[in-house]
């Protein structure tokens, strides 16, 4: 965790020093671009978010020792998060690891895209009369392959999820329990950032684009004063 936590400050520190404004030193070179400012926020707000699928009730860092210091910084407090990992093991492992179980051992929890599922605890009930399962009420879709029963959803936020179990042993409750790390949360937003898609190459594109056109407007401006030029070339010349 104390390793964590300096990564996530050389992450900010850098962030901080490239975007920073300073009348009397110089200004960092992302000074007056918003979309750094954008990210510093969106990296603060995250780390306010509660992690939620591990555990009965919504768990936060700040819980887990780390706290947000006046200049921006974080600092790790290692006697509050051996105190709260005595009693949150499962909420700990949702910093690093994604977490997809059930109470009930009979079911198998997968999740195709974990940053688009909706995360918490979700309770699964199946009628073996009618053959209706349900997930927090709503029916799900069941398919069989084999000796197992597959339930899956179209709801949003749950379009990539399934619930494998065998037919024989279908449980009539269950809680299933799905919650995306932080880790994994701090990837697809540094993803979005970096990669070919992302703020930063759009940016990068936007500056080509700018230049382009300012090297449009000065072949234009070459163009109009050697029109200029040659107009009053020849007028001299006709004076003459």
Do not use: C, H, W
């Not at 065998?166 to 919650?179: D, M, R």
């Not at 697809?188 to 992302?198: I, K």
């Amino acid at each position: 965790m104390k390793a964590f936590v300096a990564d996530l400050n050389d992450l900010k520190e850098y962030l901080m020093n490239v975007s920073k404004r300073d009348a009397v030193a110089d200004n960092g070179i992302f000074a007056s671009d918003s979309m750094v400012r954008n990210m510093i926020t969106r990296v603060n707000t995250l780390l306010r978010t509660p992690i939620v699928g591990f555990g009965a009730s919504e768990k936060y860092l700040a819980e887990m020792g780390v706290a947000t210091n006046r200049d921006g910084t974080l600092s790790f407090n290692e006697v509050e998060f051996e105190e709260f990992f005595k009693n949150n093991r499962t909420a700990v492992l949702g910093v690093a690891k994604d977490n997809l179980s059930s109470d009930v051992d009979a079911i198998a929890v997968e999740v195709g895209k974990i940053t688009s599922q909706t995360n918490g605890n979700f309770s699964f009930e199946y009628d073996g009369v009618s053959g209706i399962a349900t997930l927090d009420g709503v029916q799900l879709t069941s398919t069989i392959s084999g000796d197992q029963t597959i339930f899956t959803s179209t709801k949003a936020g749950f379009e990539t999820m399934k619930l494998k179990m065998l037919t024989s042993q279908i449980p009539s409750s269950a809680t299933v329990s799905i919650g995306e790390s932080f880790t994994s949360k701090f990837s697809s937003l540094l993803r979005e950032f970096l990669d070919s898609n992302g703020d930063f190459d759009d940016k990068q594109k936007s500056f080509d684009d700018k230049l382009d056109t300012y090297q449009e407007e000065l072949i234009e401006l070459d163009e109009k004063e050697d029109a200029i030029r040659t107009r009053y070339t020849e007028q001299f010349m006709n004076m003459e």
